[in-house]
């Protein structure tokens, strides 16, 4: 490709030997009819079924079906991570691959950014009747506890579904994180944004490949990529026992003076108390540090510049310099 295509849209796909045909069938009119220049990013994350022949197929007749493929499977997460890196499109649109997000609304998300000159446009989930009652409230657990890491500036219910400017994307490729969890780190950029509103779909074939355990890791990377509060656990902990133990101590002392305790009783109890809440806190402390040291590793950068009015002006002061050679 010679010059950049406006749009690029990413997708993750692991397996989906059944799902994939009926998406690029419903995938492909779409983009087709957007009147704009685009490419398909998709990212085979290490597939073993009929996918990545399939995907030749593919883009034997469709050349704007870009295949890049893992040599194994590394989750959903690196698969939109190696997508985004790649993506050469001004606007970038990340999609699942079993048509559980509506490839319609594409037009309407760039639509949207390009009206309103957003960075980010946020397909944002109304109705989750289709997913079963578990998925549902392990989701709703999910998005609360995200939410009160990141802000309110994560969107209820945004998964993958969403559309980034090149500013957006090139700002998450300084992001140095290995694991990156990209649903909240695009509401963390703090960037213009948008949502549209989707019903999600059911899967269209084949089944899920976010089991108990992927879910739970999700959501452990989640929290230790934007907190350090679990490290911390054992401060509070800590200094709750230091509480406990002045109390029980009090008790102690006061049972002993009656006389109502076994000899070595008193001593050992509160010796037993003491070195416990003192070992929690030292504990802690380490936490503290380690937490410190993990967000210097992280080297996340301290801010992104949304306008800086220096630059306007270079701009016209370019702008002028060309209309006077011309
Ligand atoms: N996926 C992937 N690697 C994985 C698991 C999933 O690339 O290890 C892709 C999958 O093909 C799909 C998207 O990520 O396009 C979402 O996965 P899935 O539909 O299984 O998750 P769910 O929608 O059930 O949460
Ligand atoms: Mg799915």
Request: charged residues 20%; glycine residues 8%.
């Amino acid at each position: 490709m010679t010059t950049a295509p406006e749009l690029s849209v990413v997708m993750p796909i692991y397996n989906e030997q059944d799902a994939l045909p009926l998406t690029v069938e419903r995938l492909r009119p779409i983009l087709d009819g957007l009147g704009v220049e685009y490419e398909v990013v998709g990212v085979d994350d290490g597939s073993t079924d009929a996918t990545p022949l399939q995907m030749q197929k593919i883009r034997q007749d469709w050349p704007e079906f870009r295949i890049v493929r893992f040599s194994r499977n590394s989750g959903h997460q690196a698969a939109l991570k190696a997508g985004l890196h790649r993506a050469f499109g001004d606007y970038v649109v990340s999609i699942d691959a079993d048509l559980q997000d509506p490839p319609e609304k594409i037009p309407e998300m760039l639509e949207l950014a390009r009206e309103r000159s957003l960075d980010i446009v946020y397909g944002v989930r109304g109705d989750r009747g289709t997913d079963s009652f578990f998925k549902r409230r392990t989701a709703g657990g999910y998005y609360w506890l995200m939410r009160k890491l990141v802000g309110k500036r994560m969107p209820n219910q945004a998964g993958d579904y969403r559309l980034l400017s090149r500013a957006a994307v090139d700002a998450l490729k300084t992001m140095p994180e290995h694991q990156p969890v990209y649903r909240l780190l695009v509401p963390w950029l703090g960037f213009p944004s948008g949502e549209v509103v989707y019903v999600r779909e059911e899967r269209v074939a084949g089944a899920t490949h976010y089991p108990i355990g992927k879910m739970v890791h999700l959501a452990l990377d989640s929290v230790t990529n934007f907190s350090a509060a679990p490290l911390r656990l054992a401060t509070w902990l800590g200094l709750g026992s230091f509480l406990v133990c002045l109390v029980l101590g009090a008790y102690t002392a006061i049972e002993h003076a009656i006389g109502n305790t076994v000899p070595g009783w008193s001593s050992l109890f509160i010796g037993m108390l003491f070195i416990g809440a003192v070992q929690l806190i030292c504990v802690g402390l380490l936490g503290e540090y380690v937490g410190r040291i993990y967000s210097a590793v992280q080297a996340r950068p301290a801010y992104f510049i949304g306008y800086d009015s220096a630059e306007e002006s270079a701009a016209a002061e370019a702008e002028k310099l060309s209309d006077c050679v011309r």
